[in-house]
Nanobody, 127 residues
């Protein structure tokens, strides 16, 4: 099965930038979707961005549209999330997820649609 390890989290001031990475190992060639999710303290996990690995089609939550960019390495073994204009409300544990099966478009930012998860990396944005 696919193993995922996130990195790149840290503390940054509002307005700053961070780039998260997710290293994938195992049968990554079978992965159709990669995604980033986040879970703020005391809240439920929410979808941030997803990417269709074959066509590079990306989907974003409204809250990050225009500020975050999801991308993947051509080898499909690394996922990235470029985050800019960060806000305190972006503070959360960020998780990488992968899924080898087709996901309906309206579910591509739904946690239950993904079977493989990393352990997360913390992002803290101070005002």
């Amino acid at each position: 099965q696919v193993q995922l390890v996130e990195s790149g989290g840290g503390s940054v001031q509002a307005g700053g930038t961070l780039r998260l990475s997710c290293a994938a190992s195992g049968p990554t060639a079978s992965t159709i979707y990669f995604a980033w999710f986040r879970q703020p303290p005391g809240k439920e996990r929410e979808g941030v961005a997803s990417i269709y690995t074959i066509g590079n089609d990306a989907y974003y939550a409204d809250s990050v549209q225009g500020r975050f960019t999801i991308s993947q390495a051509s080898t499909r073994d690394t996922l990235y999330l470029e985050m800019s204009s960060l806000k305190p409300e972006d503070t959360a544990m960020y998780y990488c997820a992968a899924e080898p099966r087709w996901i309906d478009p309206h579910e591509r930012l739904t946690p239950s649609a993904y079977n493989y998860w990393g352990k997360g990396t913390q992002v803290t944005v101070s005002s």
